[in-house]
């Protein structure tokens, strides 16, 4: 799942974001909340999975650890 999450990464916000600590903010590698947005519609088509309505706030998302975890 880690290598789905940034290749989607790279994909919206850049390869910069795609490289980053599973625990570094992704908004401070340019995830803003339209990036979110996609990234979230993304990651729901490649996992078949739904990201919950609780999750879906960017805070709740901003770190590729948190991403894994919500799409638990």
């Not at 919206?12 to 990036?35: H, K, M, P």
């Amino acid at each position: 799942m880690e290598k789905i999450i940034r290749n989607i990464l790279n994909e919206i916000v850049g390869a910069e974001a795609g490289a980053a600590g599973n625990n570094d903010d992704l908004r401070e590698v340019g995830l803003d909340s339209v990036a979110f947005i996609q990234m979230v519609v993304a990651l729901e088509d490649a996992s078949g999975k739904e990201v919950g309505d609780e999750d879906l706030l960017l805070d709740n998302m901003n770190t590729i650890a948190k991403i894994q975890e919500a799409l638990r």
